[in-house]
């Protein structure tokens, strides 16, 4: 078709996840895909690029309306491979990074692969849904994220939004018929608070194990993506790069 859209899809959890082909499943219904995930899990990778090791392309499936590929990097590298190399003379429509297993909710979004990698796409001024999935386990379901995804596309597509646009998206663990609807709100304050557990090999070396929680530092707000989670809401965070701090430029101008 001359007019068939054409959707690039990636994620952090690698191309054998679950939520990578229900992300390959939602892109489907609008266009042709081209997927190109990390051979191997890429997790917590932000927007970490690869400098100092080779790139490596596997092809994983071919059709005429799907393919798929491997390659050894972070969600960021499959992003700029793609769209400076493998799909340059191609126009791309759309973007989708996930279905990611586990939240990007609140500051996640700040180290997520998954959310790197759709900010990394909004560069090139292209629309990019980051799409995640509450339930970390690896055989979670994912029908209420396609579900969700695909509605969520649908009206990125048909809404004509300014652009550079990159939306968080999070889908809680219900099924799809308890879910209440869709709410549009801000990332929530807080942080993670990490505990480090120090333990031994057998070799008498010491080890150390990371482990923590997310401190919300504002339960009581009822515009967050926790709160909207938290009562059965996809939530949608519409997200922006620049870090600037606009309320201390003036008073810091005067500091120094």
Not at 107 to 116: A, E, K, P, Q, R
Request: charged letters at 25%; a negative charge.
């Amino acid at each position: 078709m001359v007019n068939e859209k054409l959707v690039f899809v990636t994620n952090d959890d690698s191309y054998a996840s679950k939520g990578f082909r229900a992300a390959i499943e939602v892109a489907r219904r609008f266009g042709k895909v081209i997927a190109i995930a990390p051979n191997t899990v890429q997790s917590g990778k932000s927007q970490a690029i690869t400098i100092y090791d080779m790139l490596r392309l596997r092809e994983i499936e071919k059709s005429e309306d799907v393919e798929i590929y491997s390659l050894d990097g972070t969600p960021v590298d499959c992003v700029k491979f793609a769209l400076d190399y493998f799909l340059k003379e191609r126009k791309v429509d759309l973007m989708i990074s996930g279905v990611n297993h586990g939240s990007n909710a609140a500051t996640n979004v700040l180290y997520s692969g998954t959310m790197g990698a759709a900010i990394e796409a909004a560069f090139y001024n292209i629309p990019s849904i980051g799409l995640s999935n509450l339930d970390h386990s690896d055989d979670a379901d994912f029908e209420a994220s396609v579900e969700y995804g695909t509605r969520i596309v649908r009206s990125v597509l048909e809404g004509n939004l300014p652009r550079p646009l990159c939306l968080n998206v999070n889908i809680p663990i219900l099924p799809v018929e308890q879910i209440k609807g869709i709410k549009v709100c801000r990332q929530t304050r807080g942080f993670w608070k990490d505990e480090f557990y120090k333990r031994t090999d057998p070799h008498g070396r010491d080890y150390y194990w990371v482990t923590g929680g997310f401190d919300n530092h504002e339960p009581e707000a009822l515009d967050t993506d926790e709160w909207a989670l938290k009562e059965g809401y996809v939530a949608v965070v519409p997200i922006q790069v620049d870090l600037t701090e606009y309320k201390l430029l003036d008073q810091l101008n005067g500091a120094l």
